[in-house]
């Protein structure tokens, strides 16, 4: 056994290489406490900070060899799939490694965003408000014809078996809802698809994330954001992993953060203790405003990116140190510390992107921003020049006093940008004005 860790010169692991990680990665590296960082796989911009090793964020046994050989003190786990397939536990359960904390949830904590079902069901138990839905096959008919009645038009039918986006019928009479729900199920309208059909209350109003950090007891509540999702320019075309983002969100006033907080934040971490689950790392609530009310639309157990590039850059904490304490169970004992300036982030992608789109172009002009921060997201080092290798290339963040200078600052800033059909929407924030 390892005597206790010396908490100021620790040697830190991160996993992935988008730009959330290497926003990350510039927040550790900032720390007193963080004397190595390596990332792992990284990316161009992560390699200017700290040590990229070539280590896939999915193969364990090879993150455990490079954890003994390299005395690791944390590991900091970016992306979800590792914690959807049991980074955590892997950890937790090997003699080997188990001193070594893993920020990140357990593999059943990360069930929130890798099973709907798992995360619906922990909304409903715990009483957190989300849209009402069930599910009805032909035996329940009835039972789902009453459940129309307690919502509001209109109504959301969904064939459980097919392809998203087929078999969805958004229907605006309780009458004819109740009819093409005994065609789906009864009549199977959509075969056998429609042997079960889920009801989901429609909700209309507009999205926000807001963002925790939990070592499952105690919990901060981060900054709010808000992406962009769409490829075009008034939110048209192809969802994308996000064309931008801005904090805080503006319409997001005491009162919406108050309920959030009593009604959805602190349940949901009273829920983790409740359930057993554990949970040290953070949790991304997918919220919709729906007049005034916030409601859940989904849980994702790590940081969203390009949110990440603007929620940390306004943190004035140390992060290394904020880890710690949710390694330790203490993270009531920090103070947490915002800047309360707007940061804004827009993202340059491929041309192509998000469907086929060619790697390998030569990114110049980094060198000639100057007040935004450039954030690296799909980059790599080829011999000794900076290259695109994703769809969404580079997160250029600034600050400003309200959202619309930071925008403007980034703007301004990506004018000094170029590589082979490089493209960003020239929008973001539209529908804040």
Request: include cysteine; charged fraction near 25%.
């Amino acid at each position: 056994m390892r005597a206790q860790r010396n908490h100021n010169d620790m040697t830190i692991l991160l996993l992935g290489s988008g730009g959330r990680e290497h926003a990350l990665a510039w927040k550790m590296t900032q720390s007193p406490k963080c004397e190595k960082l390596f990332v792992a796989p990284g990316n161009a911009g992560t390699s200017d900070i700290a040590t990229n090793i070539d280590i896939n964020p999915l193969d364990f046994e090879a993150i455990k060899t490079f954890a003994i050989q390299e005395k690791i003190d944390m590991v900091v786990v970016g992306p979800e799939d590792p914690l959807v397939k049991g980074i955590f536990d892997f950890f937790a359960n090997d003699e080997q490694l188990k001193h070594i904390p893993v920020i990140g949830p357990s593999k059943l904590g990360a069930q929130l965003e890798g099973s709907k079902e798992f995360a619906k069901e922990f909304l409903v138990k715990h009483k957190i408000p989300t849209a009402a839905y069930d599910s009805f096959t032909k035996e329940t008919v009835e039972k789902g014809c009453k459940f129309l009645e307690t919502l509001e038009p209109p109504y959301v039918l969904k064939a459980d078996g097919l392809a998203a986006g087929k078999g969805v019928l958004i229907i605006h009479e309780l009458a004819e809802a109740k009819e093409e729900l005994r065609n789906m199920l009864i009549n199977e309208k959509f075969g056998a698809a429609s042997a079960k059909v889920v009801i989901e209350e429609f909700l209309n109003g507009i999205e926000l994330s807001c963002f925790v950090l939990t070592d499952g007891k105690n919990y901060k509540i981060l900054p709010t954001a808000k992406d962009y999702k769409r490829i075009g320019e008034g939110d048209s075309g192809l969802n994308t992993g996000g064309m931008g983002a801005i904090s805080p969100v503006p319409f997001a006033n005491e009162l919406l953060l108050e309920k959030i907080e009593t009604r959805i934040v602190k349940p949901t971490i009273d829920g983790l203790q409740k359930d057993g689950i554990p949970y040290k790392g953070f949790v991304f609530i997918g919220l919709i405003n729906v007049k005034g009310e916030p409601i859940v639309i989904e849980y994702n157990v790590r940081m969203g990116d390009p949110e990440t590039e603007v929620v940390i850059p306004r943190l004035k904490s140390d992060l290394v140190e904020l880890f710690q304490a949710v390694a330790d169970q203490k993270l009531d004992e920090v103070s947490l510390e915002i800047d309360q300036r707007t940061a804004a982030t827009i993202m340059v992608v491929s041309g192509g992107y998000p469907e086929d789109y060619e790697k390998g172009k030569v990114i110049s002009g980094v060198e000639n921003v100057s007040d935004s921060i450039v954030f690296h997201a799909g980059t790599k080092t080829e011999n000794g020049k900076v290259v695109s290798n994703g769809g969404r290339v580079l997160a250029v963040t600034s600050f400003g006093d309200n959202f619309e200078q930071a925008i403007k600052k980034s703007y301004q800033n990506i004018e000094k940008l170029s590589f082979d059909k490089m493209y960003f929407r020239k929008d973001i924030g539209f529908d804040l004005l």
